[in-house]
T-cell receptor
Framework: AQSVTQLGSHVSVSEGALVLLRCNYS??????LFWYVQYPNQGLQLLLK??????LVKGINGFEAEFKKSETSFHLTKPSAHMSDAAEYFCAVSEDGNQFYFGTGTSLTVIP | GAVVSQHPSWVICKSGTSVKIECRSLDFQATTMFWYRQFPKQSLMLMAT?????????EQGVEKDKFLINHASLTLSTLTVTSAHPEDSSFYIC??????????????FGPGTRLTVT
């Protein structure tokens, strides 16, 4: 069975500081991994995804994530937080592209 | 591109009534759409996979007769919550996978519909 764990339901960082949002997964087969962002009253927007190939994946808005199979992790990072990054972030895993299993989400607050 | 809309964005209904939620892909065709349910502070849970022209595939534990799904065209899927009860109150989100990206495993999400049953 697949599952996703996001450590920290709330994360606060200062503007300009490093953003690190953690995601660990369990999967019986090589998974497809995703990070989505949700702004208030909006749908989920894809930030980045890992399917195959390079384990360091770059996404939109300066975010990147690294797939570490040995640690079953797919942590999301951004070197310098911006006020506009404040949102809810969801990590998701899928084995077949149909069933997506989401984490409980991490709310990111950026302090000016 | 790749915009998905939902209507209504929020709805309040009385217990025992039925509510229909629409999910539209505005600028692409989608043979496959998905319906999720999200409780406060919890994950999105996949309810069913909607396939154009055929019956939906429901996840274990989801009542088919309560959550009716119709996918009559390549741009529209509907979810009808029948005989709604307060415990059906939730945030319902749909997603669609563009046919042209069927191999990329990407899904585009709608903004969600908040259902409150009184």
């Amino acid at each position: 069975a697949q599952s996703v764990t996001q450590l920290g339901s709330h994360v606060s960082v200062s503007e300009g500081a490093l953003v690190l949002l953690r995601c660990n997964y369990s999967s019986s087969v090589p998974p497809y991994l995703f990070w989505y962002v949700q702004y208030p009253n909006q749908g989920l927007q894809l930030l980045l995804k890992y399917t195959t190939g390079a384990t360091l994946v770059k996404g939109i808005n300066g975010f990147e994530a690294e797939f570490k199979k040995s640690e079953t992790s797919f942590h999301l990072t951004k070197p310098s937080a911006h006020m506009s990054d404040a949102a809810e972030y969801f990590c998701a895993v899928s084995e077949d592209g149909n069933q997506f299993y989401f984490g409980t989400g991490t709310s990111l607050t950026v302090i000016p | 591109g790749a915009v998905v809309s939902q209507h209504p964005s929020w709805v309040i209904c009385k217990s025992g009534t039925s509510v229909k939620i629409e999910c539209r892909s505005l600028d692409f065709q989608a043979t496959t759409m998905f319906w999720y349910r999200q409780f406060p502070k919890q994950s999105l849970m996949l309810m069913a996979t909607s396939n154009e022209g055929s019956k939906a595939t429901y996840e274990q534990g989801v009542e088919k007769d309560k959550f009716l799904i119709n996918h009559a065209s390549l741009t529209l899927s509907t979810l009808t919550v029948t005989s709604a009860h307060p415990e059906d109150s939730s945030f319902y989100i749909c997603s669609a996978r563009p046919n042209r990206l069927a191999s990329s495993y990407e899904q585009y999400f709608g903004p969600g519909t908040r259902l409150t049953v009184t």
